[in-house]
């Protein structure tokens, strides 16, 4: 009995543990790159769009077929692929009335997220 309750302690803190360590996208370095994603920058097929440097290199890209983004890439300096994830924000003026929102492509391996707009 004593020995299955110190690993239950175990295994709930080691889960504790697991929970603390994820990434949350709202604190990650944030980098905008609107100005880069005009339709006349951007040319069919694939498109690097940033190098970031910041301890690890992040390559991204994105692939564009009849001049709009279909699909987004993340690749690190060995050329592995890296997961991307999208957020969007929803932010009011103090007016209360105007709002604009803001979405996000993040890089949680490389804690890093990209504004698009």
């Known amino acids: 009995m004593k020995q299955l309750f110190q690993s239950i302690i175990v295994v709930f803190v080691l889960a504790i543990l697991i ?6 996208w709202r604190t990650m370095d944030r980098v905008n ?7 006349t920058a951007l040319r069919e097929g694939l498109n690097q769009i940033t190098r970031t440097s ?3 290199e992040v390559n991204l890209y994105v692939h564009v077929k ?4 279909i699909r987004w890439q993340a690749k690190d ?10 957020h969007e924000i929803t932010r009011t003026n ?3 009335i105007s ?12 804690r890093v997220c990209y504004v698009i707009g």
Not at 33 to 39: D, Q, V, Y
Not at 66 to 69: D, P, T
Not at 77 to 86: Q, S
Not at 99 to 110: A, H, R, Y
């Open 19 to 24: 929970v603390a360590q994820t990434n949350d």
């Open 33 to 39: 790159i609107e100005n880069k994603l005009s339709p």
């Open 54 to 56: 910041s301890g690890d």
């Open 66 to 69: 009849n001049r709009q983004i």
């Open 77 to 86: 300096r060995n050329g592995r692929k890296l997961v991307i994830t999208h």
């Open 94 to 96: 103090d007016d209360k």
């Open 99 to 110: 709002s604009k929102t803001d979405v996000l492509k993040c890089v949680e391996s490389k």
